[in-house]
């Protein structure tokens, strides 16, 4: 008798041990793992989905496999300030992802438009020069009615303001809007420069300024708030292998009053 009840508690036992879940104790676990009852309802992590088993002690899952991503969405176009979206849904369990795609250029029309001669009405241009060694300054304000040279003595730090004569303002202007059309539209060949709304470029470019041929290298091009351009820097070489270093700070003062 003792035997008997030894042997069927021995077949209860593994009876027991293949037909019921692991976890659960419920559920019977064929080798088919049928009999779980499992969620109708996907489970996901960041990489896999899966059918859990409704109750929540076991562990058995069934479909488990890696998300199938479809074809990614530009959800949020980059800008300058923050990054663009790229949103991906699985064509399986419909878990979404979001990748972030960092802002790279403007396109070609907002580099079209900064170089309007219109944006630089009512400006003022400090333009640093480096020659070899020499190194002078010098600010223009240009309003719609003339030009003012404000000079700055580098030794002194003295500065004398004078309106220039009609023709030299005419070339001065002509001279700055046709500089600034030309280094501005190479902004688009430019990397972005994550730094301080910056645009730099390692390229040479032959440029025309002034009706002459040159070649500008070390182009960095620097936006204020306003999307407009407020610093330019960059090397100008002439024809006869001249190089100037320039640095041009650029301000919006608004109004045609004359400069202190
Ligand atoms: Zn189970
Ligand atoms: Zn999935």
């Known amino acids: 008798m003792?035997?008997?009840?030894t042997a069927i508690l021995c077949l209860i036992l593994t009876l027991g041990a293949f037909?019921?879940?692991?976890?659960?104790?419920?559920?019977?676990?064929?080798?088919?793992a049928k009999g779980h009852d499992y969620l109708p309802q996907w489970s996901t992590n960041a990489s896999h989905h899966w059918h859990a088993c409704s109750e929540k002690t076991c562990t058995a899952q069934i479909d488990r496999a890696e998300h199938t991503w479809g074809e990614a969405t530009l959800v949020k176009e980059a800008t300058i300030d923050s990054d663009g979206e790229l949103?991906?849904?699985?064509t399986v369990c419909q878990r979404s992802k979001i990748e972030y795609v960092e802002f790279k250029n403007f396109e070609s029309s907002f580099w079209a438009d900064l170089a309007k001669a219109s944006n630089y009405e009512n400006y003022t241009l400090e333009e640093n020069t480096t020659v070899g060694e020499v190194y002078a300054?010098?600010?223009y304000?240009?309003?719609?009615a003339t030009v003012y040279l404000t000079n700055v003595d580098v030794n002194s730090s003295e500065m004398t303001t004078e309106e220039v004569g009609?023709?030299?303002?005419?070339?001065?202007?002509?001279?700055?809007?046709s500089l600034f059309g030309t280094l501005i539209v190479l902004g688009e060949k430019c990397e972005f420069f994550p730094i301080s709304r910056g645009f730099t470029s390692e390229e040479t470019f032959d440029v025309t300024i002034d009706g002459k041929a040159c070649k500008v290298s070390e182009l960095m091009i620097e936006l204020n708030e306003d999307l407009k351009a407020r610093k330019l820097?960059?090397?100008l070489t002439d024809a006869e292998n001249n190089t100037t270093k320039y640095e041009i700070n650029l301000r919006n003062y608004g109004t045609t009053v004359k400069p202190e």
Not at 2 to 5: A, H, M
Not at 166 to 177: G, N, P, Q
């Open 19 to 32: 037909t019921s879940c692991a976890g659960c104790g419920k559920h019977p676990t064929d080798p088919a």
């Open 87 to 90: 949103k991906s849904v699985c």
């Open 2 to 5: 003792k035997r008997t009840v």
């Open 166 to 177: 009609e023709a030299t303002a005419d070339r001065l202007r002509s001279y700055y809007t």
């Open 137 to 139: 300054s010098a600010i």
């Open 141 to 144: 304000s240009f309003t719609a």
């Open 233 to 235: 820097a960059f090397v």
